[in-house]
């Protein structure tokens, strides 16, 4: 009788803290970092990328449009992984510079602008005429 009395209490103990057989998955999952980032760049991978890739300045610069579809705000990404430093210049539809700065080799810029619908130029040019990848990366912001 003591031995039928401890298994149903350890049955039922185990049952209300989830240890059922019923409510047990039978998948393996794994939450690692890789897929919680996939997930996340699956989410961010709508309409809103206008750019993000690495471009090599060419005479030492490069430039790219960035089409802006409305009136949101823009965010905006530098990396400069050229052999030296960089000047870089983001113009309005209009063609004059809204905002400009300088990268030091291997820095990053990031900042997000209020901007109006339109398509706007980021120009990059090497200090010393340099050559190397320049990641340009900008998205419109739901």
Same mark, same amino acid.
């Given at each position: ?10 049955? +039922?103990? +185990? ?28 989410? *961010? ?43 870089? *210049? ?12 300088? +990268? ?8 997000? *602008?209020? +901007? ?27």
């Amino acid at each position: 009788m003591k031995k039928t009395l401890v298994i149903s209490v350890m049955t +039922l103990a +185990l049952t209300g803290m989830g240890a059922s057989p019923s409510f047990a998955s039978s998948k393996n999952v794994s939450a690692t970092q890789d897929n919680i980032l996939q997930s996340k760049a699956a989410i *961010f991978a709508s309409d809103g990328k206008i750019i993000g890739d690495y471009f090599p300045l060419e005479k030492g610069e490069v430039t790219k449009k960035l089409n802006h579809k409305k009136d949101a705000n823009m965010r905006v990404s530098i990396t400069n992984n050229s052999n030296g430093g960089v000047h870089w *210049f983001l113009k309005n539809p209009n063609g004059t510079v809204y905002k400009e700065g300088d +990268l030091a080799k291997g820095a990053t810029y990031n900042n997000t *602008f209020k +901007l109006k619908k339109g398509t706007y130029q980021l120009r990059v040019v090497s200090d010393i005429n340099g050559t190397g990848p320049i990641y340009i990366g900008a998205r419109t912001m739901e």
